[in-house]
């Protein structure tokens, strides 16, 4: 039998009939990545698995580092095929980690590929692969209908163009493709140099003058209805933590006058500014009745040097220790004492602060909104078989699993949708173990729509997404192998 086959994970026969019958058909939402929407607008075709496969996927370059690879395998000048060579010899050696579950599955769905990956299967693998990519339905947006995605949508910054955007408007691409608004630049004062070059980059694509502290909420305001226009319902924040003692307006003015003349700002002093931003931004969605998205918790750019040679988002990231709930607490009160809390995904990185967020969401429900504030899925380190039990569990024990929305891949690669899977195979596990053990009732009716929701029903009715043509999704997911009797 092949290693990923029907009933992967499904552990019980509840567990593979609740799959098969309520999961495994439901289109997706994928609320939150890093997708380039440039990539799907051009229709991108991918020349070798390399590219689509190793390109822009951290997760893969920490484990290869992790089994002394040299990085010009992973991020370097290597021939593309000798850096698919490097990773296959290193997916043997994951074992135990996701990636060797989410490696095996990209290679099932997409390719057909039962073959486990390693140093001898490659070059069969390797040739397969790229035969396939040559395929229509493997290009990005043959990806999107491929996988049944209804609606996805990658973070923008608010000095991006939005043209990729209003072409995809144009297209007859089914999948709707939204950005998401996420403004961390705007936070980001620390470094008067960059900082100054943002806001000229804010200033051109807002149309907005940006002379002081006015014109430049002027210009995020427009931005924000300019997203507002291309479909935009959501805002997103990657944060430490929140920020504890917001600026006034007058303090704010005074801090972007001094970044804008070039002087360095002390760290209270910058934190003070994010503080009064982020009340700002919170007023912003509330008005339109986006979702705001707070991810907090990561431990980013940890190693300088790396950071230095490569930049960001390369994989040299890990989980934080911050106490969250006082500042946190407190910035949803300030909101929601002005009537001005919007609907809120709290996506902690830290498992330990897992009941800390899930409490958290239950002091501001309300206002006739099914899961106003919601904690959000297992993300980053935790996206994996036991970080997303954990999640279900402590939702599931303080607040309303059956309100929730879902999972997302929170992911740059276009290999994977294949995560949607994982975590329904997940959910469908944990449910049908309880029922067997006579923790959960075996009611059809009340397990299937209880899974249907959390697949997708919940987040198409949360996130009030603008209209569109409905993509024909009604089929199942491709698959391989046989099911089992």
Not at 132 to 151: H, W
Not at 359 to 372: D, I, L, P, Y
Not at 436 to 447: F, S, Y
Not at 466 to 485: D, F, I, V, W
Request: aromatic content about 10%.
């Amino acid at each position: 039998m092949a290693f990923i086959h029907d009933d992967f994970l499904l552990q019980t026969e509840t567990a593979r009939r609740l799959y098969h019958r309520y999961a495994e058909g439901q289109p997706i939402l994928d609320f939150h990545c890093h997708l380039p929407v440039r990539d799907i607008a051009e229709n991108r075709r991918f020349r070798n698995l390399t590219e689509i496969g190793l390109e822009g996927d951290h997760y893969k370059w920490r484990a290869m580092r992790a089994s002394g690879v040299p990085e010009r395998f992973s991020t370097g000048d290597a021939d593309p095929y000798e850096k698919f060579l490097a990773w296959a010899r290193t997916v043997p050696r994951t074992l135990r980690n996701p990636l060797f579950h989410w490696t095996h599955l990209e290679l099932a769905r997409y390719f057909g590929i039962d073959d486990l990956l390693d140093e001898a299967t490659a070059p069969a693998i390797w040739e397969k692969a790229n035969r396939c990519l040559a395929e229509d339905d493997l290009s990005t947006q043959g990806i999107l209908e491929k996988f049944r995605v209804a609606v996805v949508c990658p973070n923008e910054d608010p000095a991006a163009s939005l043209e990729p955007y209003e072409r995809l408007a144009r297209s007859p691409l089914r999948t709707q493709v939204l950005p998401a608004f996420r403004p961390d630049k705007a936070l980001q004062v620390r470094d008067p140099k960059a900082f100054r070059e943002w806001t000229d980059r804010l200033e051109a694509n807002a149309e907005v003058e940006i002379r002081g502290f006015a014109g430049f909420l002027d210009a995020l305001r427009k931005r924000h209805d300019d997203f507002h226009r291309h479909g935009c319902r959501l805002s997103d924040h990657g944060l430490d933590v929140c920020f504890p003692a917001p600026a006034t307006e007058a303090q704010a003015a005074r801090t972007f006058a001094k970044v804008r003349r070039g002087k360095p700002v002390a760290r209270e002093e910058a934190s003070r500014f994010a503080g009064f931003l982020m009340l700002f931004f919170g007023r912003l969605d509330a008005e339109k009745g986006w979702t705001k998205q707070l991810h907090f918790g990561a431990l980013r750019n940890a190693n300088t040097r790396m950071l230095q040679e490569l930049g960001p988002d390369t994989g040299f990231d890990s989980i934080g220790n911050w106490a969250h709930a006082p500042a946190l607490a407190a910035y949803l009160d300030r909101l929601e004492r002005e009537n001005s809390l919007p609907k809120t995904i709290l996506f902690n990185a830290n498992p330990a602060d897992n009941y800390v967020f899930a409490t958290m969401a239950g002091n501001f429900q309300g206002h006739g909104v099914a899961g106003k504030i919601q904690f959000g899925s297992g993300w980053w380190f935790l996206d994996q078989k036991e970080g997303i039990e954990w999640q279900l569990n402590a939702l599931s024990q303080c607040g309303l699993l059956s309100r929730f929305v879902g999972m997302v891949t929170d992911s740059r690669s276009f290999l994977s949708f294949p995560r949607h899977e994982y975590f329904r195979r997940v959910l469908c596990n944990l449910l049908g173990e309880e029922v067997e053990k006579g923790l959960v009732p075996d009611n059809e009716a009340l397990l299937g729509e209880t899974i249907q929701g959390i697949c997708y029903e919940n987040a198409r009715a949360y996130f009030a997404l603008p209209a569109r043509r409905k993509p024909e999704l009604a089929h199942a997911p491709p698959r391989t192998g046989s099911r089992r009797a």
